[in-house]
């Protein structure tokens, strides 16, 4: 793999309610939403894998290819969404009815070692979200699956 790859998103998933309310309450369109008994499609081959039991509300950071490690990503994604601490305040209401995640994955060093800096930490605390993360060793070749 040449360059380190990042990819970051805020996540906001309902058992119940609709993805559309989220927009309304946090003052942010999503990338994707998808709504309680939508059909779940594979992206790739449009294969249908059933309906999907919960609503989900995803808003990305523009596709990282580059950077100085995995990170890229996710600190445009904290730089992308304004204030954080009125954003995490939004976040706090809705989560009775929805769960909210900062998903992300990025390749660190072959050592596996990465650093994520303090300030990109506090960011992530406003926003009072579960974060799940991936990491991919950054010799990966061509051969090697990444996620799509």
């Not at 058992?15 to 309310?21: E, S, V």
């Not at 989220?22 to 249908?48: H, W």
């Not at 445009?76 to 998903?103: C, F, K, M, S």
Request: some cysteine; proline content about 4%.
């Amino acid at each position: 793999m040449e360059a380190p790859f990042s990819a970051a998103t805020l996540a906001v998933y309902s058992d119940t309610h609709p993805a559309a309310a989220v927009s309304a309450v946090l003052g942010l369109e999503p990338e994707r939403m998808f709504e309680i008994g939508d059909e779940n499609r594979s992206p790739k081959t449009g294969r249908l894998y059933g309906f999907r039991k919960h609503s989900a509300w995803l808003y990305s950071s523009a596709d990282a290819h580059g950077g100085a490690d995995g990170f890229t990503a996710l600190r445009e994604l904290l730089a992308n969404l304004g204030d954080l601490a009125a954003l995490g305040a939004a976040l706090a209401t809705l989560r009775p009815q929805y769960r909210t995640v900062i998903r992300w994955s990025g390749t660190v060093s072959a050592q596996g070692n990465f650093e994520l800096e303090a300030s990109v930490i506090a960011d992530l605390a406003q926003l009072g979200c579960d974060l799940y993360g991936t990491a991919y060793h950054e010799d990966l070749d061509e051969t090697d699956s990444l996620p799509s």
